[in-house]
């Protein structure tokens, strides 16, 4: 499906480029500083952000200036994609350089969304970028510490997650649509290829969603009421949304549902739940098995368990498995994320139904997740036939 493009740099006498429109009474940046960039893409991408450049800085900043700005920043971009630890010169650390890379990225990726195909090479710029970035803005942790322990930060946190959520659903939609053939046949590689982007397209949204749920302090995803559901259907969406996470790792995914199916509770956080737990154990499981199981515990209860094959979580590290926005190395090795908001959010769903998540541990033997629930069985709306059955996928 990738087909590498040429891209040939625009020249940078005055007109419209990308829309910047600079006039033609604006003074014209000489090339000769980023013409020999042996990337085509930076190549073009400079032209335009010189070419435009006015529009963006205002007339106060001097052409020259500018002009050897850019390309220092555009070579420091172009060495990073080979030696990632090549130095960044030193007159990029201001203002203007961190603006002047901030243009440079967002033509990279404007000429990139601009043409049909699909060039190989942009996501190493896009990487070599941000490599930059961090060399030229050395305090940008404590300075994003900084807001996040002020009393906006939490509202900062919320506004990020939103703004990541409408793309991620752009995603999930577009590949959802493609793996259903509405844009054209495909190959058995690209249908894995598209099931992991949606996999990992809904790992993120499922981030941004605890960020706001941590935020908002309620269980948004609880239903006031208990509804109608069947069990098993959540069983097999779970089954399928981790599939292809489970298919290229090699692993069996085994589900068990109860017998009595139809019950009534509250789907939607259940169904949050068991993902998260599932998609955590592929995630943390090499070899073997990950196994989704229900097992009836009276007239009304059924206890989920979502147990794995892998490695164990080391019992120094069970205290902080809980822990929201754990500090970066308190639990390494098994957690559940570097942040620890899957399983703080999983927990925190699991009490709003009633219920307590546990969790057991042992070297060789793997991990398990469970919790009961008090589920009482309604009249089912036709006979399913696959009760009781242990089914495995693939």
Not at 130 to 156: H, T
Not at 186 to 199: A, C, D, K, N
Request: aromatic share 4%.
């Amino acid at each position: 499906m990738s087909v590498n493009r040429r891209v040939t740099p625009p020249a940078v006498s005055p007109g419209p480029s990308s829309g910047h429109g600079p006039s033609a009474r604006q003074p014209r940046i000489a090339a000769g500083g980023f013409a020999a960039l042996p990337s085509p893409i930076l190549r073009a991408a400079a032209g335009r952000v010189a070419a435009g450049w006015r529009d963006e800085l205002g007339e106060a900043v001097d052409a020259a200036h500018v002009s050897e700005l850019l390309a220092l920043v555009a070579s420091a971009v172009d060495r990073q994609q080979a030696t990632p630890a090549a130095p960044v010169d030193e007159r990029t650390r201001s203002n203007l350089g961190r603006r002047l890379l901030e243009l440079l990225r967002a033509e990279v990726v404007r000429g990139w969304s601009e043409h049909d195909n699909t060039d190989s090479h942009i996501p190493a710029i896009l990487v070599a970028i941000e490599r930059v970035r961090e060399a030229i803005e050395p305090d940008w942790k404590q300075y994003f510490a900084s807001r996040l322990a002020g009393p906006e930060g939490v509202r900062l946190l919320v506004d990020i997650a939103h703004d990541l959520r409408s793309p991620l659903t752009s995603i999930l939609f577009l590949a959802e649509t493609m793996q259903r053939g509405q844009s054209g046949p495909l190959t058995e590689v690209q249908r894995r290829q598209l099931g992991l982007i949606y996999s990992a397209a809904l790992g993120l949204s499922s981030v941004a969603s605890d960020i706001i749920e941590l935020a908002r302090g309620g269980d948004e995803l609880v239903e006031r009421e208990p509804v109608p559901f069947s069990v098993s259907a959540i069983l097999d969406s779970v089954s399928d949304i981790v599939r292809p996470i489970a298919e290229e790792k090699q692993l069996t995914v085994r589900l068990l549902p109860p017998t009595a199916d139809e019950r009534l509770g509250h789907p939607v956080a259940l169904s949050r739940v068991l993902l998260n737990l599932t998609t955590n154990a592929l995630k943390f499981t090499d070899r073997g098995y990950v196994e989704v199981v229900t097992r009836e515990t009276g007239a009304a209860g059924v206890e989920f368990s979502v147990r794995d094959s892998g490695r164990g979580i080391d019992p120094a590290l069970l205290h902080t498995l809980y822990r929201p926005l754990r500090p970066a190395g308190a639990a390494s090795g098994r957690v559940f994320s570097q942040t620890g908001l899957g399983l703080a959010t999983c927990r925190r769903l699991v009490e709003a139904m009633a219920s307590e998540l546990k969790v057991e541990s042992r070297a060789g033997w793997g991990t398990r997740f469970f919790f009961e629930l008090d589920l009482p069985p309604c009249p089912p709306p036709q006979a399913l036939g696959r009760r009781g059955l242990l089914r495995a996928v693939p």
